[in-house]
């Protein structure tokens, strides 16, 4: 059964920076597409990377351009969301997604089949 469990949020200052991790299990990992998404409190689930297979292309909401870098490594079937000065806007739960119909998905929730369950991020200022 496939399955997606993300870890590594938590509470840190604005300025500061936390890194998630997103482990597949039950799935060829390296040929799925990933994504990251994230639900703000009292907000609609928006958009915040996403790679493709073989890590050829990658893409960010513009809000977090320049702050957070999205990672895989297949061997270890786990995907990465490096996260620096993290922002009160940022906190949010963060959801990491995947798919097999496509080599990148980008930021279409739609064309994702698998979500992990979420992880807290809060940033406090």
């Known amino acids: 059964q496939v399955g997606l469990v993300e870890s590594g949020g938590g509470s840190e200052h604005t300025g500061g920076s936390l890194t998630l991790s997103c482990v597949g299990t039950?799935?060829?990992?390296?040929?799925?597409?990933l994504g990251w998404f994230r639900r703000p409190p009292g907000k609609e689930r928006e958009f915040v990377a996403a790679i493709s297979l073989s890590s050829s292309i990658t893409r960010y909401n513009d809000s977090v351009k320049g702050r957070f870098t999205i990672s895989r490594d297949d061997a270890k079937k786990t995907m990465t969301l490096q996260m620096n000065s993290l922002k009160p806007d940022d906190t949010a739960i963060y959801y990491c997604a995947a798919t097999q119909r496509r080599q990148y998905a980008g930021s279409i929730p739609e064309y994702y089949d698998w979500w992990g369950q979420g992880t807290q991020v809060t940033v406090s200022s």
């Open positions: 039950g799935l060829t990992f390296e040929t799925y597409a």
